[in-house]
Structures are given as structure tokens and as C-alpha cells.
């Protein structure tokens, strides 16, 4: 892709979207929290990776 058919050069680009990128929350996701599933398998490995990610702070839940 040709980043000068946009009419804007890098520097124009980056003073127009460095602001934004650092002061806006990322928008989608505000009301929804993300996360990461994890494949296990067996329930001890489950156990085991749930009790070291809740003894991390992380808020957690088992599913299966």
C-alpha cells in the first residue's frame, strides 16, 4: 500500500494520529472485558494454572 496516495506524508500522519493514539481508550471494548483462554489438558493442569493465575491477581474462571 502507498501511503502517499492518502495526500498525507509520515510526519503529517503521525502528528495527526500519535495524539490520538495515546490519550483515547481503545473503543469496542470499553463495556466488555477481554481474555485469554487457555487449552488444558487434563483438570489438574486446569487447577494448577487457575490457582497460579488467581494467586497473580488475574480474575479467573473454569470452564469444563
Known amino acids: 500500500f502507498d501511503i502517499t496516495l492518502l495526500g498525507f506524508d509520515i510526519k503529517e500522519l503521525t502528528d495527526i494520529f500519535d495524539p490520538v493514539m495515546e490519550n483515547e481508550p481503545v ?3 470499553a463495556d466488555k472485558p477481554l481474555s485469554v483462554v487457555i ?3 487434563d483438570k ?3 487447577e494448577k494454572i487457575f490457582n497460579e ?10 470452564n469444563g
Do not use: A, T, W
Open 27 to 29: 473503543k469496542g471494548n
Open 53 to 62: 493465575l488467581e494467586s497473580k491477581g488475574y480474575k479467573c474462571r473454569m
Open 39 to 41: 487449552d488444558c489438558d
Open 44 to 46: 489438574n493442569e486446569q
